[in-house]
């Protein structure tokens, strides 16, 4: 849908500054939020924090959907 919430800005910046090494995010034209650098190791917490606003990974691309199944 490409819409996002107020709340969902938040828990994004949130984690991000929370687990991104660089404490930024990209959004793209595409209608995304790419995250640099992040350790695989916080990944999974990444998308928990994520996940609790109404967000989600899916159709997401990198490692992180690897860890994710772990």
Same mark, same amino acid.
């Given at each position: ?12 910046? %949130? +984690? ?13 034209? &595409?209608?995304?939020?790419?995250? *640099?650098?992040?350790?695989?190791? %916080? +990944? ?13 990974? &899916?159709?997401?691309?990198?490692? *992180? ?6």
């Amino acid at each position: 849908m490409g819409g996002v919430t107020p709340d969902q800005l938040d828990a994004f910046a %949130d +984690a991000i500054e929370e687990w991104a090494p660089l404490r930024k995010g990209h959004i793209t034209t &595409r209608q995304n939020i790419q995250i *640099h650098h992040m350790p695989l190791r %916080d +990944a999974a917490k990444f998308i928990r924090k994520i996940s609790d606003s109404g967000l989600s990974s &899916r159709e997401g691309c990198g490692k *992180h959907r690897a860890q994710r199944h772990r």
